[in-house]
Each structure stands twice: as C-alpha cells, then as structure tokens.
C-alpha cells in the first residue's frame, strides 16, 4: 500500500474506464473538494452552522460510486460521503441547499444539518447522525433484493470509528450467513473523532478483525488509489449481483480536515502526521495520472478546476437565495395519515365468531394478513414452528407461509429492528417480534434514532410502516426482566404509534389496522392476558379493523371515571362491581391505544362525573398516567369535583416471589381503596 505522492496510479486492462468516465470521476472529486472549501467558507460567515467534510476521501468514493447504477442499487452513505452521493447523482445544489438549510433541500427540508445525504430517486434514504445504525438497514434492503430477485446491490459505508459499534457485527453476521447482497465500504481514516484506530480495533484493522466471517469477501486497499478501489468494487459488485453474498473493502485514506468544524485536530494530531496525510491526497494524484497519460493537458486540467470552483460559487450563491422553511411545517411529517383522524361515526359490530383467547386472535390476524399481503414478512427469536413463539403466537406460520416469509432471526434485538426498517424503506411490511418488552432495550437507537424518526427526517420522501410486536407486563411471576410495561417510554418518542388491547376481539381488529397503516407500530400485546378467559371474546371475521385512536366505555357510569388499559381494565370493572354494590357507579374507559390517544372519550367521561382515577400497571413515577393526568387537569379544570387521582405499581423492580408481586403491582384491592377514597369528597 502506497503511503506518499509517489505511487503511481494504473488502470488494468480488464476494468479500464473510457476517458469521459474517468473525467466525470476526476470533475466529481474536484466539486466535492470544492463544497467543502466553499461550506467552510459559509460557516464562517454565518450562513452555515456545522460541516463534516470528506476531503481525503473523494478518490475513495467516486471509485465505489462508479462501480455501481445509479437508481438501481440502493446506497447507505455516512456523513463524510458528498463526493459519493454526487456522483450517483446529487448535484452541488442539493449539497449546498442541506448545509444551507433550505426547505428545498431534497433530502431533509432543512431539519438535519449539513453530512445528511439523500434522494428518493436515487434508492438513497435520508442518513442519520448515529453511526453504525445504517448498517442494519442495509441488509433488511439487501435482503429484500433477495427475495425479489432483483439483483440490486447495496453499498453501506462508514468511517472505521463505527465498526466499533455491535451493530456493524450483527450486520456483517447477518448478511454473510445468508449471502445478502451487501457491500460494507469503511473508510479509515485512522481516528474516529479524536480517538486513533489503535483504540478501538483489536489489530487497528476491521479488515483484519473479520476474518473470521465465512461468506465475506474481503477488501484491504490504498484509498487513495482510485483504480485499486474500483477494481476491488467491480469485483464485490459483480460477486453480489451473482448471489455470492457481501463483501467488506476497507479503503484507507486520509483525513485532511478535522472530525468537524467544531473540532481542532491539531490537539491530538502532530504537524508532521498531518503533513504526511496531505502527501497523499488523493486529487493530486488523479492530476498526475491524467496528465501523464494523456487524459488531459496541464492547461485542461487548470481549466476545469477553474471550471468547477466557478459552478460551486454559483450553487451557493442559488442555494442562498431559496427560501428557508416555513415555521409552519415543524409539526408535519411526524406521522403518516392512516392512523391520524379517527372515525368519529365508528359503531363496533357484534362479533359473532367462536370465542378465542388473546394470543389465538393475534395468530389468526397474522395469518389472515400474511395471505392478503404477499410483501408481508415475520421474524423473531423462535418464531418459526417447531417453537412458534415462545408463547405460540406465530404457531404454524412459517409451515403455512415458508420459511421465505416467516422465519427466525439472530438473538439481537437490534438486528430484528434494524433489518426490518431496510425491508419497510423497500416497500415491504414487516412484522417482527421482540420476544419481551424487557428484552427490546438493545434496539432503543433503532426505534427511537431510526423507526420513528424516518419519516420526520426526511421531510415525508421516506417512511418505514412496520409493526413491533412485543409481550408485556407482569402478574406472571416473571421477576425482574420477563414483567416491564414499556409504554411510557414509547410514548415520549414522536412518530411511532403505540396499541395496547385488552382482550382478543380488539386485539385482532388493531393488530390488522396496524399492519394496514403507514405509520410504524409498537404493538404490546399483555402476557398474562394471552389464555385468560376474561380476555377472551368471540372472535371477528377477517375484514375487521378497528381504527386506532378510538377508546372503549367498558361500563357506563355517573360518579367516578376510571381512565385504563391493558390488564388493568379486568381488575378495574372488578372493583367497579363491588362498588356499585354501595350504590358508587363507576364508569370505565378502556384506551385500546396510548398513541393516538383519545382525549375526547377521556374528557367526555371525567366532564360527566367529575371525578377520575388514572389507572396503569406501570411504575407510577412517569408512568404514562401522568400524561393523561396533566391533560385531564388542563382540559377538565373546572369540572373535577376531586384531585385527579392515579394509581400504579410500586417504583421498585417487578420481584419474583408471589407475596413481593403482589406488593408491588397495582391490583383490584388497590384499585377500590382508590376508588372509595374519592368517592368520599
């Protein structure tokens, strides 16, 4: 590997490129050295707020970018990519409309800073800061170009610095065990930030730490030397175009700016490293090459740099003068429009199908959607039969429907969100399984950075529907890590809807609204409500929704409303009984879904009886009774009769034993001490 300006850069025969392909290559690298110049240039004048640059990177790049067909291939680009999305087809006004903040800007409409590439046409979906996250969705896009059958590849980069991350592993595990047509493209510039390579890879080498990987072609080139790079992309490409799975090229280049402009590198890097650095810039040497072999004279070549400092300038100067967004929009694209107005004229019809229990709807559901959508896929840890799910719910899909549709995933909760956002971006609609609410912790940057913000981040060109289904809560004797209520923390995050049935009729009719939706879903489905009888309902046929957003009166009352769900309506309309035997009428709102929330049934019940008890099984410290609260004593003010009053579990851990449960948890006995208390003012 060549380590200063005198390495000779040399095309093979075999994948020599014509001369107007190696120009259009040279002009791209000199434009996206430009861009960085001129962003610095605005920066400093107060017209731009932050740049990531990718100077010493370009001939890296440009090499993979040319490698592959534009609006065919889908691509996964990092911050430091613009001379990447250039040459697949962004153009310096896109560039400089996102480091300028324009609402015109294709790729995030001005909501994410400068380094977040994209464009819908160009299979390119919107980038986010977190590194490494990219790397999961790439392969869920990979493997849905598998079963498609469409020979589409996906390029997915990164610095070295995010290789650290679990998530690249589970990535790279995932789609070398399965031959998916990946390629890992890692630029090492030797620091991630501030911190060398020495620091965070075993051996300082990705190339070397994924050796072990069986089914993974491995790269390890001078990014500097445009032609090594090509010559190994034409390889991968080719490779995964065939079905022989991914490849991983680690290009090592040069870093000639610091991290970012707001970092210093010469805290942490000597004068003579940065010099060496700059001995092997890439552009020079593409100069030289060109030159020497008659691609263009000394004169030509100064002419075009000329030629391409001059379209920048002008780009800028275009991109300055769009408007910038309209105040107006900051709430739009959060949500897609599926779940967002509730029909007010709903009527619920009389089910008329045998009874069935909860996690029996739920199975019937999957599959009665499973055959109507094609393009529908599950996966989990043990979802396929034999096991079926550890608690039967995917019982017999995969012996129905294939193991191609329903399949078992790695034991990583990241990787079953992360791929299933890749295949939700291509058009598919995945159904994927986190085995407990305790366990979906792994994926929180997925869901939160990735899932929810999809849609938000990139003005509305992108959005990933899916459905997270996941087994919650306690009074199971689960302990600690097979108990937790996960909705509170759902609920602060914007753009994902949350569905939380407490019995089976409706917990078939939302499982089918949220597969049908175009919002992604966090779909909870109470463990100790799967086989109990009270949960049970005769079941509704297969055309039947019920919309999200559109809450239950599960027993009409004058004197006390209690707003609830999940578990806690059962135990609720058990005290309401006993009380109404002391002549108090209790009143009943079962949510059915925490987001949307209907805040016209809650208002309307606490304006009737003015008096309210919040009733959740979470931990009552932030649990999410405190949002329903806040909003009845916001709305409903002047009708209470009674301080809004809320009742949860314990703020402890979910113990094990019986007797420490049953301490802990909110149940029918707390639940009518609640109750008595305010019927008492």
């Not at 070549?301 to 769009?322: G, I």
């Not at 399949?407 to 909760?413: C, G, M, V």
């Not at 979906?440 to 990933?464: K, L």
């Not at 002047?638 to 009742?647: F, G, H, Q, S, T």
């Amino acid at each position: 590997m060549a380590t200063n300006a005198t390495v000779v850069l040399k095309q093979s025969k075999k994948d020599a490129l014509s001369k107007e392909a190696l120009l259009r290559a040279y002009r791209t690298m000199l434009t996206a050295r430009r861009i960085d110049e001129k962003i610095l240039i605005l920066l400093k004048q107060g017209k731009a707020f932050f740049h990531i640059g990718g100077s010493g990177h370009e001939a890296a790049q440009v090499a993979a970018a040319a490698a592959l067909r534009p609006k065919h291939d889908w691509s996964f680009p990092y911050y430091r990519d613009m001379a990447f999305a250039l040459h697949m087809g962004m153009t310096p006004k896109d560039v400089l409309l996102i480091a300028l903040h324009r609402a015109e800007d294709p790729a995030t409409g001005g909501r994410q800073p400068q380094g977040h590439y994209g464009r819908a046409d160009l299979r390119m979906p919107t980038q986010s800061s977190p590194t490494g996250t990219q790397y999961l969705q790439a392969v869920g896009v990979a493997m849905a170009a598998k079963k498609e059958r469409s020979q589409e590849v996906v390029y997915v980069s990164s610095g070295e610095g995010a290789t650290s991350e679990g998530e690249f592993f589970e990535a790279v595990n995932w789609a070398a065990r399965e031959a998916y047509p990946v390629i890992f493209f890692i630029q090492d510039n030797k620091f991630a930030i501030s911190v060398p390579v020495t620091q965070q890879t075993a051996g300082a080498s990705i190339y070397e730490a994924t050796a072990g990987f069986k089914g993974l072609e491995r790269y390890d080139l001078d990014g500097s030397n445009f032609f090594d790079v090509h010559t190994a992309m034409v390889k991968a490409v080719e490779r995964a175009r065939k079905g022989g799975g991914p490849s991983l090229i680690r290009a090592n280049v040069v870093r000639l700016l610091p991290h970012s402009s707001s970092d210093d590198q010469f805290k942490y890097r000597s004068k003579e490293e940065i010099e060496r650095d700059k001995a092997r810039d890439p552009i020079p040497m593409m100069t030289h090459f060109l030159i020497e072999e008659g691609f263009i004279t000394d004169k030509e070549a100064n002419d075009l740099q000329a030629e391409v400092k001059r379209e920048v300038d002008e780009a800028a100067e275009w991109a300055e003068s769009r408007p910038l967004p309209e105040p107006s929009t900051v709430e739009q694209h959060v949500y897609g429009v599926s779940h967002a107005h509730p029909p007010k004229d709903f009527v619920e019809p009389q089910h008329t199908g045998p009874r069935v229990v909860l996690v029996d709807a739920i199975n019937h559901a999957l599959k009665e959607e499973m055959e109507r959508n094609p393009r529908m896929v599950i996966f989990g840890e043990d979802i396929a039969d034999g096991k079926g799910g550890v608690f039967t719910a995917t019982k017999g899909i995969s012996t129905k429907f294939g193991t191609e549709r329903a399949f078992n995933s790695p034991l990583a909760e990241a990787s079953i969100v992360g791929v299933a956002i890749g295949m939700a971006l291509k058009g598919w609609m995945p159904v994927p399984e986190i085995q407990f609410g305790d366990y979906i912790w792994p994926a929180f940057m997925q869901i939160r950075d990735e899932m929810a913000m999809f849609r938000y981040r990139s003005n509305g060109t992108w959005s990933c529907p899916m459905v997270i289904r996941v087994p919650v809560g306690g009074y199971i004797h689960g302990g600690h890590y097979h108990s937790q209520c996960i909705e509170a923390i759902m609920a602060h995050i914007p753009g994902i809807r949350l569905a939380f049935p407490s019995n089976a009729a409706d917990a078939k009719g939302l499982l089918k609204a949220a597969i049908r939706g175009d919002d992604p879903v966090i779909f909870m489905e109470h463990k100790g409500l799967y086989r109990q009888g009270y949960a049970a309902t005769p079941e509704p046929d297969a055309d039947y929704i019920l919309p999200f957003g559109i809450a239950a009166k599960r027993r009409e009352g004058n004197d006390i409303s209690v707003i609830t769900y999940g578990a806690l309506v059962q135990k609720s309309l058990e005290a309401a009984r006993k009380l109404e035997e002391k002549g108090i009428s209790i009143e009943v709102i079962d949510l059915r879904t925490i987001n949307p929330l209907d805040d016209d049934a809650i208002f309307a019940s606490v304006k009737k009886t003015g008096k309210v008890l919040v009733a959740h099984e979470d931990t009552i410290t932030a649990g999410f009774g405190a949002e329903i609260a806040a909003r009845i004593v916001q709305n409903c003010f002047e009708y209470l009769d009674a301080p809004v009053m809320r009742i949860g579990a314990l703020d402890t851990p979910v113990p094990y034993s019986p007797p420490l449960e049953d301490a802990m948890l909110p149940n029918e006995r707390k639940i009518l001490a609640a109750l008595e208390e305010l019927a008492s003012y």
